[in-house]
């Protein structure tokens, strides 16, 4: 564990003199130099940002968030939008919103994550007059008006290009992809909470006010929307391979994406089980696509947009289907991978994403921590359900655990893994992937040290927040300290 974290504060890097988040990989070798793995990427900032507020280190985690807000683009076509990720240079700051891009591909995940950890900041660190400020509630509007704007679509869903998320690759996930709909659906309620900081404080007035009911409206639609056409178990699977097709009109209409049963595949029935469900990877007409992931359904589950009982429906699922999602490497990314002809279609012949590998169908250990947290936060919202599922799963996520903390330091904190058990190193996997790092002390902590603090990433809980750390000595976090911060760990 000490190592794990000792190698974390390296990746900790100074943006304008201050620590301002974690570079994606501390790895970089000859063929690296082209890529930009020594950037700061919003998304794989998210873990190191829950991290560091789990430890009190709030200066860093202000000073990240301010940073992205000053890179909020202003531009005329992508007003709102934040970076996918930045770097200082000769004492600037280079953003790359996709125009400097593999494929010039564009993050939408990293703008939804921004209200989330915001949010989460205000609640760890009490610094409500942050939540509060005119900047952070601009950047909010700024953001919604990218959601909540008219569009030629009804459905309250983001549409979205290929790689708009994790899966930065062609892995024909265009649509409305599981990921980014679940994220939305937690940038939301993280707005909301931002707004009700101001709402009738003065601060707000009737603009806020209807902002904030359209918010909760556009929330309240895309939840139901998406346990509609995404929630699947053997029970709605048999429903659905017997609806008619051909349906026109708005009554009665049992197909509103013209379906053919066909297209539903066969490993489906193993798959689910008899008691297991779980949300698809997208929804577009005529053509669902069946795939697991693994974030997508985490997070709606961390999030609270499945029930309760829909929750233990996916335990059991994941549970069910072990030697698939964890096997030898927690946790395959999706499932199952695209096999020659469609990974040529597809993915356009991309060699990184080869079957069983990388975004298709590989394992990625970062992706364990949020289904361990989900798990948890289920315990806590619900302490008396289904013992012996909830048993059986706290025992699978331990041995996960164990496998995690066997392989990870041995294979040197790899970002993915191939082959159909995920036991080989990534084919081009990063060394020291800071995610890696993170997610497994994220994990730790979670899983060992304090549980209780899985509260932190309860979005709808605004008590008040005790987190472990305060019970212990504030843990400092100037360049000086951290080497006493890791002294006292
Ligand atoms: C790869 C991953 C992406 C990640 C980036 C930096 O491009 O696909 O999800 O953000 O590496 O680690």
């Not at 139901?224 to 009665?252: A, C, F, I």
């Not at 199952?336 to 469609?342: A, L």
């Not at 059986?392 to 159909?420: H, I, K, S, V």
Request: glycine letters at 6%; charged letters at 20%; one cysteine or more.
């Amino acid at each position: 564990m000490r190592q794990a974290e000792e190698l974390f504060e390296q990746t900790l890097v100074n943006v304008r003199g201050q620590l301002a988040g974690a570079v994606a990989a501390l790895e970089s070798s000859v063929h690296d130099s082209e890529l930009n793995y020594g950037e700061i990427f919003l998304r794989d900032n998210v873990p190191v940002m829950v991290y560091l507020l789990l430890r009190g280190r709030f200066e860093i985690v202000r000073h990240f968030l301010d940073l992205c807000l000053e890179l909020q683009s202003r531009s005329y076509r992508t007003r709102g939008v934040f970076p996918t990720s930045f770097v200082e240079e000769d004492d600037k700051i280079l953003a790359d919103y996709g125009q400097r891009s593999i494929g010039r591909i564009t993050s939408v995940d990293a703008s939804l994550w921004w209200p989330v950890l915001c949010w989460m900041y205000v609640r760890a660190s009490g610094d409500t007059s942050y939540g509060t400020s005119p900047k952070v509630q601009r950047a909010v509007q700024l953001l919604l008006d990218l959601v909540l704007q008219p569009s030629f679509y009804e459905p309250p869903v983001l549409f979205v290009p290929d790689c708009a998320f994790m899966i930065d690759r062609p892995m024909d996930v265009w649509g409305a992809p599981l990921e980014v709909e679940v994220l939305l659906f937690g940038c939301l309620k993280s707005c909301c909470q931002l707004m009700s900081l101001v709402e009738g404080g003065g601060h707000g007035g009737p603009l806020i006010q209807q902002r904030l009911e359209l918010t909760r409206t556009w929330m309240r639609d895309l939840r139901v929307y998406l346990l509609n056409h995404y929630w699947v178990t053997s029970k709605t699977m048999q429903v659905l391979r017997r609806r008619p097709t051909e349906q026109y009109g708005d009554y009665q209409s049992r197909n509103e994406f013209n379906v053919q049963p066909e297209v539903i595949p066969h490993w489906l029935q193993e798959w689910l089980d008899d008691r297991g469900g779980y949300l698809i990877g997208n929804m577009r007409t005529g053509r669902p696509d069946f795939r697991f992931y693994s974030l997508g359904n985490a997070l709606g589950s961390l999030f609270g947009l499945l029930t309760g009982p829909q929750q233990l429906a996916l335990f059991r699922l994941v549970i069910h289907n072990r030697h698939h999602l964890m096997a030898e490497m927690p946790m395959r990314i999706c499932h199952p991978p695209m096999d020659q002809d469609e990974w040529i279609t597809n993915t356009g012949m991309d060699p990184k994403n080869w079957p069983w590998s990388y975004h298709n169908g590989g394992h990625w250990p970062s992706l364990l921590w949020p289904m361990a947290a989900a798990v948890l936060m289920h315990q806590r919202l619900y302490p008396n359900d289904d013992l012996l599922l909830l048993g059986q799963t706290r025992t699978m996520l331990e041995e996960c655990y164990w496998q995690q903390l066997n392989q990870l330091p041995r294979q040197q904190w790899a970002e993915y893994f191939d082959g159909p058990t995920g036991t080989w190193v990534g084919q081009q996997a990063r060394i020291n992937q800071t995610w890696t790092i993170v997610g497994f002390l994220l994990l730790h902590h979670l899983m060992r040290k304090a549980p209780q603090d899985v509260k932190l990433l309860d979005l709808d809980d605004v008590g008040p927040l005790r987190l472990s750390f305060q019970d212990q000595k504030q843990q400092k976090s100037s360049p000086d300290e951290r080497k006493s911060f890791l002294k006292n760990y």
